[in-house]
C-alpha cells in the first residue's frame, strides 16, 4: 500500500511569494490534515480535510489555506510568505473515521529567503 | 486550552539500556485520548500508540511500554532494551475526544540517541 506522498520536498522561496504544497493520501483515506513542524513551535495543527470540506483549523493566519479534490489528494497554499513560514509542512492521512492514528508523509521542506 | 510538556529535550543511552520518556498533559475535557509517535531522519512521524481517557490499563508491546496516570496528567513511555534504530524524535501528543479528528496537540519532542 502505497504511503502518504508529499511534493515537492524542498523548495527555496523569498519573502512575498507565495507558495503550493501538494499531499496525497494513503489510498481509500478521506481525511487530510496539515502540521508545520519548526524549531521553535514545534508541531503546530493547520487545518484538516475531511471528503472536501475543512473540517477544524489551527490558529494560523489568512494567508495559509487549503483545499481538497474530490479525489482525497489536497493542496496547502501559502500567500505572501514571511522568514517565519521557513519549516517542515507535514501532511497526515487517516480514515477520517478515527482519531489521531494518523500517517505522515516525509514532509515538504520550505525554506523562505 | 489543551497543552502537552516533555521536559527532557534530549537523552542519550548506550545500547541495551532502558531508557523513559516523560510525558505531562493538561487539559479541562475529561475526556481525551493521548499518544506518542516517533520521527525518524526521515521526517515522517509514525504512530506508536493511542490511549482513551477512560482506559489507564499500561500497555507493553515488544520492546516498549506505556504508563498512563491520569492522578497525575502523565503518559510515559519507556523501552527496554534500547537498540541503535529506536534512535529519532518522540512526540506525546493530546486530542479531543469528540468524533473523529486530526488536531492533536503535540509535546516539542525528545530527541533520543541511542550509542553503540
Known amino acids: 500500500k502505497a504511503g502518504v506522498t508529499q511534493t515537492p520536498r524542498y523548495l527555496i522561496k523569498t519573502r512575498g511569494q507565495q507558495v503550493t504544497l501538494s499531499c496525497s493520501p494513503i489510498s481509500g483515506h478521506r481525511s487530510v490534515s496539515w502540521y508545520q513542524q519548526t524549531p521553535g513551535q514545534g508541531l503546530q495543527f493547520l487545518f484538516e480535510y475531511f471528503s472536501e470540506t475543512q473540517r477544524n483549523k489551527g490558529n494560523f493566519p489568512g494567508r495559509f489555506s487549503g483545499r481538497q479534490f474530490s479525489n482525497s489528494r489536497s493542496e496547502m497554499n501559502v500567500s505572501t510568505l514571511e522568514l517565519g513560514d521557513s519549516a517542515l509542512y507535514l501532511c497526515a492521512s487517516s480514515s477520517g473515521r478515527d482519531t489521531g492514528e494518523l500517517f505522515f508523509g516525509e514532509g515538504s521542506r520550505l525554506t523562505v529567503l | 486550552a489543551q497543552k502537552v510538556t516533555q521536559a527532557q529535550t534530549e537523552i542519550s543511552v548506550v545500547e541495551k539500556e532502558d531508557v523513559t520518556l516523560d510525558c505531562v498533559y493538561e487539559t479541562r475535557d475529561t475526556t481525551y485520548y493521548l499518544f506518542w509517535y516517533k520521527q525518524p531522519p526521515s521526517g515522517e512521524l509514525v504512530f506508536l500508540i493511542r490511549?482513551?481517557?477512560?482506559?489507564?490499563q499500561n500497555e507493553i508491546s515488544g520492546r516498549y511500554s506505556w504508563n498512563f496516570q491520569k492522578s497525575t496528567s502523565s503518559f510515559n513511555f519507556t523501552i527496554t532494551a534500547s537498540q541503535v534504530v529506536d534512535s529519532a524524535v518522540y512526540f506525546c501528543?493530546?486530542?479531543?475526544?469528540?468524533?473523529?479528528?486530526?488536531?492533536?496537540?503535540f509535546g516539542k519532542g525528545i530527541t533520543l540517541s541511542v550509542r553503540p
Open positions: 501528543a493530546l486530542s479531543l475526544y469528540t468524533g473523529a479528528n486530526s488536531k492533536l496537540t
Open positions: 490511549r482513551n481517557s477512560f482506559d489507564e
